[in-house]
């Protein structure tokens, strides 16, 4: 079985462990997770299309009496779907320190 396959089944455990190829690096987390830089790189981008779509929903969000819009999660989980009401100006402040939208139950 390939490290790639191992660390997809959770089986990789301790330090971090030598790639099956060089275009895959498993590293540990702070969490002590393993993660791999294809992993992450994917990671990554589905935070950035989040964030992206959260934008345009704030751009046409906030109309007169509007204090709360719903965007998504952007805690990059594959299988993440989560809705997340926030206040405009929470929202506002969180993009303006470039940290991410998170559903509470995934911080």
């Known amino acids: 079985m390939s490290a790639l396959a191992d660390l997809i089944a959770g089986r990789v ?7 099956a ?3 895959v690096l498993v590293v540990n987390d702070p969490r002590g997770l393993a993660v791999s ?28 009496g509007s204090e709360t819009i719903d965007v998504f999660c952007e ?6 779907a ?4 926030i206040p ?3 929202f506002d402040e969180i993009v303006g320190a470039e940290r991410p939208v998170v559903a509470p139950a995934h911080a």
């Open 82 to 85: 989560e809705r997340v009401r």
């Open 13 to 19: 455990t301790g330090p971090s462990r030598p790639a």
């Open 75 to 80: 805690c990059g989980r594959v299988l993440c």
């Open 37 to 64: 830089s294809v992993a992450n790189d994917i990671s990554v981008g589905r935070r950035a299309l989040r964030r992206s779509v959260n934008e345009r929903i704030r751009s046409v969000s906030g109309g007169p």
């Open 88 to 90: 405009i100006d929470e």
């Open 21 to 23: 190829s060089p275009s």
